[in-house]
């Protein structure tokens, strides 16, 4: 009841991204609450030294997040791990099989928005803000693609959203100029499904609608309209310079343009062992990465979040074998 009684507090900073926030939509969302986030903790029975919101990314699955939540619940980090709508269990179900799910799955993503999915990430950190102060411990927000993404765009556009640290993977803040022009004729059919050439047992659905990717850049839009010094908190990204989807030089250019002297970026490189029909996007696991390098993004990302101090000081790296972390000016 906390939650929902926050909810209703917070809502109303949501009018301005849409006309109508009726108490029937509050209440269906509130409802589908255990579709939308799920709770990994420790396993041990020691008090938590921070609680986490973690988001994925478009289209993909979000338990792809767990062996980073993993690495977070081994050193004593709760975790929140988000589903957004048209993702995992978090859809309208009309049928009853798994394929039935499928189909509804897909249906769900035809209609999301960024409200609605900023709405859902909203309610998220309203429970972890909740339960970090119930323990006295920091918040952190953990983000991949579209989730890094919306993470900022809370954090900026929000009053009263905080994070003390945050890692994001990939975020979809500035992606590759052909990206943007290659969607806009497709703009006036939202329901319009984009094959995903991602493997299977990555992505949520075979496909992606242009609502979604609607969504996204509506967000990146949001973020650009309240950018400022709210958002440099003590930030890592990891990203791959060859990164098909976010530009790794248009990402530079805006940590360094705005004045984020607390963000770093550390640039990954894949294993010459990883499967090449993974993505230069995909960076969130060992298969993805491969060994040495996942376990050294595994041992920064600790590092980062239980770092006293508010920057990483950059080491020599071999690029084949370690990220290239760089504080960015």
Request: net charge negative; with cysteine; charged share 20%.
């Amino acid at each position: 009841m906390a939650v929902a009684a926050l909810f209703y507090i917070y809502i109303g900073g949501f009018s301005r991204m849409a006309p109508v926030a009726t108490d029937s939509f509050i209440r269906e969302l509130i409802g589908r609450q255990d579709l939308c986030a799920c709770w990994l903790n420790p396993a041990s029975s020691k008090k938590p030294v921070a609680v986490a919101l973690v988001v994925h990314g478009l289209n993909v699955r979000p338990e792809m997040m767990e062996p980073l939540i993993a690495i977070l619940n081994n050193a004593g980090i709760e975790a929140l791990n988000v589903s957004l709508c048209g993702h995992g269990g978090n859809f309208m179900r009309c049928g009853s099989s798994p394929a039935d799910d499928k189909q509804d799955r897909l249906a769900s993503f035809k209609h999301v928005s960024h409200f609605l999915w900023l709405t859902e990430i909203h309610q998220a950190y309203l429970q972890v803000m909740l339960r970090a102060r119930k323990l006295g411990v920091p918040v952190f927000f953990v983000g991949y693609s579209l989730g890094g993404l919306l993470g900022c765009d809370l954090l900026a556009a929000k009053p009263g959203v905080h994070f003390d640290r945050m890692v994001l993977f990939a975020p979809a803040l500035k992606l590759h100029p052909s990206i943007g022009y290659r969607l806009s004729p497709l703009k006036p059919f939202p329901e319009f499904v984009i094959d995903s050439e991602a493997p299977e047992d990555q992505r949520a659905n075979d496909g992606t609608p242009v609502a979604a990717y609607a969504a996204l850049l509506d967000a990146i839009g949001d973020v650009e309209a309240h950018l400022g010094p709210k958002l440099n908190v003590p930030t890592l990204v990891f990203m791959d310079k060859e990164d098909e989807f976010v530009s790794f030089e248009q990402m530079q250019e805006f940590i360094r343009s705005n004045g984020f002297d607390r963000w770093e970026i550390a640039a990954v490189a894949k294993d010459n062992a990883t499967d090449a029909a993974v993505s230069h996007h995909m960076i969130l696991n060992e298969h993805s990465l491969g060994a040495d390098m996942w376990n050294e993004v595994a041992r920064l990302t600790i590092v980062h979040l239980l770092k006293s101090t508010t920057v990483l000081k950059p080491s020599p790296v071999t690029p084949q074998r370690r990220p290239d972390s760089s504080h960015v000016r």
